[in-house]
């Protein structure tokens, strides 16, 4: 009798110990207290996801990009070959004082080279030949409207206003992006900046009252069917009043 009180009480125990056990979460997943440090590895709290906004970076770049007028080969020498000098440059010098109240950047484009002019090159055809008649102003040459503050002053050696210059590196310097042309001749300087500021993907507006050509045609043509694919085009009074 008492043997089989004994089995009786051991299966008891045994089964009570097995019970309780299988209720008990593992002792991995029991609770810890930490008096200190935590010691030992740590699960990392899943990073959050910020949701993209507005983006700030490129509201900042907008803002701050800047508009210049190029007033390109607007000089003693190529200034005399037009019949309406005056008059044009007294366009050109309102679009300036525009620009100056408008606190727009003023960038004089003048051709030029040194004494003996060894940049120039026989085998530029059309370029040779305007060369030989207004040689002398090409010297140290200079704007026919005088600098004021900070306006600047860039040399080239050929058609374009980047060509042989430092024009690019100011504009870059200075974050402007957007290009005001005017200019003599419109088959000339203006034609060639404007394709080459296309390509550099400068935004574009031509003056067309303040750009001038010896040919008429030629220059409506231009104005009227070439530059408005890559520019904007408006009259010098048009853009004054733009904001």
């Known amino acids: 009798m008492r043997k089989r009180l004994s089995v ?3 299966l008891c125990f045994v089964f009570l ?11 991995d997943k029991l609770p810890v207290k930490s008096s200190g440090p935590a010691q030992g590895p740590q699960s990392t709290p899943p990073p959050q996801v910020v949701q993209p906004g507005p983006s700030v970076t ?36 309102a679009a300036v004082e525009v620009a100056h109240k408008k606190q727009i950047p003023v960038v004089y484009v003048v051709v030029g080279f040194r004494p003996g002019m060894p940049e120039a090159s026989d085998r530029n055809k059309s370029f040779g030949v305007a060369l030989k008649e207004i040689a002398s102003s090409m010297i140290n040459p200079h704007p026919a409207i005088t ?16 060509s042989g210059s430092d024009l690019e590196v100011i504009l870059r310097a200075q974050n402007i992006r957007h290009l005001v042309l005017a200019g003599i001749a419109t088959s000339g300087v203006v034609l060639s900046t404007i394709r080459e500021a296309a390509d550099k993907d400068y935004r574009l507006t031509v003056l067309s009252d303040l750009c001038a050509d010896l040919d008429p045609e030629v220059h409506s ?6 530059f408005p694919r890559q520019a904007a085009v408006m009259t010098g009074e048009e853009w004054a009043r733009a904001k």
């Open 8 to 10: 009786c009480f051991l």
């Open 17 to 27: 110990t097995a019970t309780l056990t299988a209720q008990a979460p593992p002792p």
């Open 58 to 93: 490129q509201h900042t770049i907008n803002e701050n990009e800047r508009t210049a007028l190029l007033v390109m080969d607007v000089q003693p020498g190529i200034l005399d070959r037009l019949q309406n000098k005056d008059e044009y440059l007294a366009k050109v010098t």
């Open 147 to 162: 600098p004021k503050g900070d306006d600047i002053v860039v040399v080239k050696r050929r058609v374009s206003a980047f």
């Open 221 to 226: 043509v231009l104005i009227s069917k070439v």
